[in-house]
């Protein structure tokens, strides 16, 4: 099922011209350290290696990418479509969803700071949920500058502002709110994050409006709704169907975003299948040219368990699975070669490694599903000629090696 989860993630990738790249699973601890969230920093499986180097195993993908892009990249034509697949580390209690080995696909767009970029990553995201068959999943959107605004307009330090959106993330609302009033956020300003706390609603342009209304006077705030509006209502005129939750509460655990956040959600389970979100400054953090990018991290795993719980049928791919069976030992030689012809017209087969009677054979092909088998014995090789079965209907014809091929194609 992974396996299908991560074709799925690659021919999204595929679709929308994204370039797969592969990073290392161990990097060094400083490059991963350096811009994650205490969250993430604090739930590293880090090490010393032989040589004294402070190393880790992946807990995301993002600070290789942007190593990569700021190293490798550096004089490529902008924008770059990157995305990796793999598996990441985290120290947690394992539960439902939440393990210390998970997986991702984790897609990039870089260069662009218009609001197109953004909405791409959130239809892509949505084509992915679609693509593998899970229904009623939501969208919550926020804007980190939104909250961020009005606590620098109250000259509340990055440090309280991350601690305050981290409970926000957490939807410790409560907690979050006595950290900013006891970092000097006025009554005023209280008054909007209150407000803003209970504005939630699947009326999407209408609730960026109201929170425009509402955060009046916090410029960078009302910057940050506008980019917010442009960017989903650039995703709904596109066509794109797709249930969004506004919520200018929403601020991803880690503290790199710049912009736009969004995660997914299904209502069997409580944790998000993937979040994402744009991120500014990382790439020159990393000592790359100053690049905007927005990406987005899909958990597979979390996908997987969505599908189970909404008993989503794989959808089945329709390429034809060929069992090629010699009767007797004397003929293996023609299996091979007629499996290898076979293969060359891009049909996939297997030959009976067994030497098992024609029944038994037949049985295990039945058993693992093929679709034919092709059966190699004196007889018809007489004639040049083998007999093809098909395992479905259970009928079968005695066919010139010639001809396998363009039947089983067509
Ligand atoms: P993050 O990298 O924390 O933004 O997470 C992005 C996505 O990765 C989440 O929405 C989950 O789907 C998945 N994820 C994060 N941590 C875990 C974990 N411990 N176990 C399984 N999936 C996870």
Redesign the pocket.
């Known amino acids: 099922m992974l396996e299908y989860v991560e074709g799925q993630a690659r021919k999204m990738g595929q679709l929308y011209g994204y370039k797969e790249i592969i990073t290392p699973l161990v990097e060094s601890y400083e490059l991963l350290a350096a811009k994650a969230g205490e969250?993430?920093r604090l739930?590293m499986y880090a090490f010393e290696d032989l040589g004294r180097r402070m190393i880790a195993l992946r807990?995301?993908?993002?600070p290789s990418v942007a190593r990569v892009v700021a190293t490798t990249f550096k004089n490529e034509p902008r924008p770059f479509r990157l995305f990796c697949i793999g598996s990441?580390y985290?120290y947690?209690e394992?539960q439902q969803?939440?393990?210390?080995?998970?997986?991702?696909s984790?897609f990039e767009l870089m260069g662009s700071n218009k609001p197109e970029a953004d909405a791409e990553i959130i239809t892509l995201t949505n084509d992915l949920m679609k693509a593998v068959g899970l229904k009623n999943y939501v969208f919550r959107v926020g804007h980190v500058g939104v909250l961020r605004g009005i606590l620098s307009e109250d000259k509340v330090d990055d440090k309280a502002q991350n601690s305050v959106l981290q409970l926000m993330d957490k939807k410790q609302y409560e907690e979050a709110l006595k950290l900013a009033e006891d970092s000097g956020a006025s009554q005023e300003s209280m008054a909007v994050l209150r407000d803003l706390v209970d504005m939630k609603s699947l009326k999407v342009m209408e609730t960026v409006e109201n929170m425009r209304e509402r955060i009046k006077g916090y410029e960078t705030a009302v910057k940050a709704a506008e980019n917010l509006d442009e960017i989903l209502r650039l995703v709904l005129e596109s066509g794109c169907k797709i249930d969004m939750n506004v919520d200018a509460c929403l601020a991803?655990?880690?503290q790199y975003y710049t912009g736009m956040v969004f995660?997914?959600n299904v209502p069997e389970l409580e944790?998000?299948?993937?979040?994402?979100g744009r991120y500014d400054r990382l790439i020159e953090l990393f000592g790359g040219e100053p690049t905007p990018a927005v990406g987005?991290?899909?958990?597979?795993?979390?996908?997987m368990l969505a599908m189970q719980k909404q008993k989503t049928g794989l959808k089945e791919d329709d390429e034809k699975k060929v069992m090629i069976i010699p009767i007797t030992g004397e003929f293996v030689a023609k299996a091979l070669e007629i499996s290898r012809m076979l293969r060359d017209a891009g049909i996939s087969v297997e030959v009976e490694v067994m030497r098992r009677k024609v029944g038994k054979a037949l049985e295990d092909a039945d058993r693992r599903e093929m679709n034919y088998a092709i059966m190699v014995g004196e007889k018809e090789l007489k004639e040049g000629s083998v007999v093809l079965r098909d395992l479905k209907k259970r009928e079968q014809k005695i066919l010139k090696i010639e001809s396998l091929a363009k039947t089983l194609i067509t």
């Open positions: 969250e993430v739930r807990p995301e993908f993002t990441l985290r947690d394992p969803g939440r393990y210390r080995e998970f997986w991702q984790n991803r655990g880690l995660e997914v944790v998000a299948l993937g979040g994402g987005i991290a899909h958990g597979l795993d979390r996908i």
